[in-house]
């Protein structure tokens, strides 16, 4: 079972940027398609972002919602085993509870089988 752990979340005043950090102990990150996804209080979950794997069995490729397009930027660093989340020009609607979350290829659905603890962003005005 993969087992995701993200961090970085925190509090950071409107405007404000953040890097949000995925990683995973005894598995190697390069063979998943891992996403962000996020919960605000009160609303249904929300998919922002899929990397697909980067160990040559599939494009390799990005995906953005019309919520993170323009303002989010996934990445990955298979050295480090680590995937990100830069979330620049914070606005009070981005706060939620942001996990981390992996399947084996990026997919319209925006459906994950592994999903991480999470971590809370809170953005003020």
């Known amino acids: 079972q993969l087992s995701l752990v993200e961090s970085g979340g925190g509090s950071v005043q409107s405007g404000g940027s953040l890097r949000l950090s995925c990683t995973a102990s005894g598995y190697f990150l390069g063979f998943y398609a891992i996403g962000w996804v996020r919960q605000a209080p009160g609303k249904e979950r929300e998919g922002l972002s899929c990397?697909?794997?980067?160990?040559?069995?599939?494009?390799?490729?990005?995906y953005y919602t019309d919520s993170a397009q323009g303002r989010f930027t996934i990445s990955r660093d298979d050295d480090k085993n680590m995937v990100y989340l830069d979330m620049n020009n914070l606005k009070p609607d981005d706060t939620a509870t942001y996990y981390c979350?992996?399947?084996?290829?990026?997919?319209?659905?925006?459906?994950?089988?592994?999903w991480g603890q999470g971590t809370p962003v809170t953005v003020s005005s």
């Open positions: 990397i697909n794997s980067s160990d040559g069995s599939s494009d390799g490729g990005s």
């Open positions: 979350v992996g399947t084996v290829q990026c997919s319209r659905s925006w459906e994950f089988e592994h």
